[in-house]
């Protein structure tokens, strides 16, 4: 039998270069070797898929691993994954019970929205900042194509309400066009600022064009926005990892249209609503969840216009249909 990574640490034989992944096609994982900043190919050991984890993809990118280099060669395997400092999970799409790890070692998420073409609902974007708060991912909220939100429009009166309700909230947000450039100056710094960041959103919101536009050189596949529904068609069909220039990354998502709740226990919810979590204390039961209790300090807060009530009434919707949501 061949000895584990760690048995062969443990008899001082040499163990493998350190990697960062950048990107993974299913079954080849582009790996930055740290110490010389090439990038290898390398393939997984079997041996790290039966790690007992309910996840499609054991090795995410993101992840830091070691790895094994075939002599001379530009390709070498994943022998071991090193620990994660946190993690975005969801829902495997096709396999309910599985899950799957869309990045790791995250400093900040950038969840880019469009008031249209498509529209993101406030309940998507409030899956998506449950799921990061759950994970310890700060969130920016990045209002994309405002260049189709023109003063005096509706689309204009829309984008002002949703900054209105995420600034109630405590959660910053953005206003850019891959456009037009507006925006794109303070978003570079923000992404300067923080790291490893990812870049997230429904199909269509306009991820791609946005990192062609930072990254010069970048030439990244974008998709008009389709048919009727006016869903963004699939382009980006794995997760990304793009050094930036100021040092960090930007990491590109394919679209994501559900952000199913894993690991996440429904009485909890609330504690990722940080402005209703916070009124808990004014509630006279302490176990509140803020739905037909009396005297509940949450409800008091929406009547008076200090909790949004979008927001609100978007708790207790994946309140109630948490069942379902748990495994979209
Ligand atoms: N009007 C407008 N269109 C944009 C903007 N950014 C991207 N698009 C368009 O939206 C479509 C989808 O963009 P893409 O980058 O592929 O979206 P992704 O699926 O999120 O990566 C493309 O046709 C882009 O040209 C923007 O700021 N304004
Ligand atoms: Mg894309
Ligand atoms: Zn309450």
């Avoid at 008899?11 to 582009?30: A, D, F, I, N």
């Avoid at 449950?130 to 969130?139: E, G, K, L, R, S």
Wanted: hydrophobic content about 35%.
């Amino acid at each position: 039998m061949e000895p584990s990574p760690k048995d062969v640490s443990k008899k001082g034989t040499h163990q493998g270069p350190k990697g960062l992944v950048l990107r993974s096609t299913g079954s080849w994982y582009e790996v930055l070797e740290l110490s010389t900043g090439t990038v290898i190919s390398c393939r997984i050991q079997g041996k790290l898929r039966l790690r007992g984890e309910r996840s499609t993809n054991p090795i995410a990118v993101g992840d830091y691993v070691l790895i094994q280099k075939q002599d001379e060669e530009k390709t070498g395997s994943i022998t071991e994954r090193l620990e994660r400092r946190n993690s975005m999970v969801r829902k495997s799409v096709n396999l309910s019970k599985e899950t799957h790890v869309v990045a790791a070692n995250l400093d900040r998420a950038f969840l880019i929205a469009t008031v249209v073409q498509p529209a993101t609902s406030t309940g998507f974007m409030d899956r998506f900042l449950v799921t990061a708060h759950a994970y310890q991912v700060p969130v920016t909220i990045v209002f994309n194509k405002v260049d189709v939100c023109a003063e005096g429009t509706p689309e204009r009166a829309q984008l002002e309400y949703l900054e209105a309700v995420y600034e109630l909230a405590g959660i910053p947000t953005l206003r850019t066009s891959a456009t037009t450039g507006e925006g794109l100056d303070s978003l570079t710094q923000q992404l300067a600022a923080s790291g490893v960041n990812l870049l997230s959103g429904h199909s269509g919101v306009g991820k791609s064009t946005l990192i062609n536009a930072l990254l010069p050189g970048t030439d990244l596949r974008t998709g008009e926005v389709s048919d009727a529904h006016q869903k963004g068609k699939h382009t980006t069909t794995f997760a990304e990892m793009f050094p930036l220039a100021t040092g960090g990354f930007i990491i590109d998502t394919p679209g994501i249209k559900g952000f199913g709740l894993v690991h996440l226990e429904r009485d909890h919810l609330h504690h990722y609503f940080p402005e209703i979590f916070r009124k808990l204390d004014g509630c006279k039961f302490h176990n509140c969840l803020h739905r037909n209790e009396p005297h509940c300090a949450v409800k008091k807060a929406v009547e008076e216009g200090e909790i949004a009530e979008e927001r609100y009434v978007n708790y207790i919707e994946l309140y109630e249909t948490f069942e379902s949501n748990s495994y979209r």
